[in-house]
């Protein structure tokens, strides 16, 4: 763990959200924040204009007023503050090369819509090898369910240490509970075959519990302060690991690193969780 946070500001209600919840996972981490405002090369046109000067005036306030915001209500925290050119989705990702974490916020239209990740913040996530967390806005501390368990949706068939580094860590630092969720949906077999077992769903539940017992094995012996929950409930893995999310002070997905002259890649279950997420929900890359 880098001892630095870095968060991307652009003046919404979001990324002013995104600022305080990076502030408070800062202040746990002992680390410093960065907070860092992307110029983009439209905000400087060929010719200087009244609107561009408003809006390079409105930057410049922008950082040192958020700065302020923060400081006093973590004094002893350390936050530093930028001006960084570019396109933001790489240029956020650059700024937070040397850091452990960046946060950034994400657009939300309530329980039921969730997120609207926007283009931004998708194109983000799918750049950084980072952990990038999305925060919606909320009022207050922009953690809406501080003190709720921490949730990360695994998949038993691939190895995913750097998901569960991050997933334990969080839980160890916050001293709460790590849910750890795998979802799966049965063989088509089992619900067209009139005289098949009922029971047949249900031991196979059962015969999964070793296989994630393994997996997180290593990871209780690393963080035997954690508490544990691993679940395997029958159903598509994004509906699941969202319902186990509704009190969440954290989820947790991942993603597989592409390294390709395609560009980055998000799979079909982090899109959805990203989406539909009422939590922060954080996006660890991992091979």
Known sequence: MTDQVTVGLDGT????????????????????????????????????????????????????????????????????????????????????????????????????AGFIVGSVASATVAASERPVVLVRSTAGTGQPHDGGPVVAGVDIRHSCDELLAFAFEEASLRDTTLVVVHGWTPPPVVGYAPGLDLEVPSDMARALDPALDQLL????????????????????????????ATDAALVVVGR????????????????AVMHHAVSPVAVVAHD
């Open 13 to 112: 209600p979001e990324s002013a959200a995104a600022a305080r919840w990076a502030a408070g996972e800062a202040e746990l981490r002992g680390a410093r924040l960065d907070l860092v405002h992307v110029e983009e090369w439209l905000e400087r046109p060929p010719l200087p204009v009244t609107t561009t000067q408003a809006q390079r005036a409105w930057a410049e306030g922008l950082l040192p007023d958020t700065a302020g915001e923060l400081r006093r209500v973590h004094p002893a925290l350390g936050v530093s503050t930028r001006r960084v050119d570019g396109l933001p989705p790489l240029a956020l990702v650059h700024a937070a090369q040397d850091s452990g974490l960046l946060v950034i916020g994400s657009r939300g239209l309530g329980v039921v």
């Open 217 to 244: 094995s290593p990871w209780r012996e690393g963080f035997p302060d954690v508490r544990v929950e691993p679940r395997a409930p029958i159903g598509q893995a994004a509906i699941r690991i969202l319902r186990e």
């Open 256 to 271: 597989r690193v592409r390294r390709s002259g395609f560009g980055g890649h998000i799979g079909p279950v982090t899109h």
